[in-house]
Structures are given as C-alpha cells and as structure tokens.
C-alpha cells in the first residue's frame, strides 16, 4: 500500500516535496516511480528511482527542477520539486513495481502498486 503526500497550492517558481510512504517490508526492492495526470490528459511519466543501485530516470520536461530521492529505512520515497511551472499543475501519483526490465520504466502498466495521488497546483 503507498500514501502519497505533500501536495498543495504554490506560486510558480516555488518549491514543494512529495512523500510516498510504503508499507511491507520488501521496499528496497521495489522501484519507485511518480506519474502525474492533469486534467483531460493522459498520466505521464516523471521520474523513477531504481530498487538495485538506486538509478534515477527524469522526464525532460522536468529534468534539472525535480529530485527524486528514497529511504528504504523509511520505506519513503521522496519527489522535492523545484522551480515550478503552471504546467506543473497535476495530481502526482507514486507507483511502485518489482521484477520488471529497465526498458519499460516509463510505462505506467508495468507499475503494481499505486498511490492515491496527491494534488500539486502551481498559480502563474
């Protein structure tokens, strides 16, 4: 089970940090991913963190303002956005899946286990 937090209302160029706490005791072989999905669009892939090595995957668009970072003492893993744009504006959704190939990271199917999103806002 994933509770994703730390959503809400920010002015553009500002900074929040979503949280994805797991529950289980296998976390650190899951890898991690957050989605986002604005409205009338299609959930996109942002950015994911691998289980083995800890390897980290950016969409361009948010390449260079986001940091995606995980605890597995915690079972948490973290998104700190920064620099953020109106375009921004989603309900962010942490994924988790296992046993799955690199190659196919960016696919939302290939995920197991979802959050219940939380609601990032970005005000121009």
């Known amino acids: 089970q994933l509770q994703a937090s730390g959503g809400g209302l920010v002015q553009a160029g500002g900074s929040l940090r979503l949280s994805c706490a797991a529950s289980?005791?296998?976390?650190?072989?899951?890898?991690m991913a957050w989605f986002r999905q604005a409205p009338g669009k299609e959930r996109e892939f942002v950015v994911a963190i691998r289980s083995s090595g800890g390897s980290t995957y950016y969409a361009d668009s948010v390449k260079g303002r986001f940091t995606i970072s995980r605890d597995n003492a915690k079972n948490t893993v973290y998104l700190q956005m920064n620099s953020l744009k109106p375009e921004d504006t989603a309900v962010y959704y942490c994924?988790?899946?296992?046993?799955?190939?690199?190659?196919?990271?960016?696919?939302?199917?290939?995920?197991?286990?979802w959050g219940q999103g939380t609601l990032v806002t970005v005000s121009s």
């Open positions: 994924g988790a899946r296992t046993g799955k190939i690199l190659s196919t990271l960016r696919f939302a199917y290939t995920y197991d286990y």
């Open positions: 289980g005791r296998t976390f650190s072989s899951y890898d």
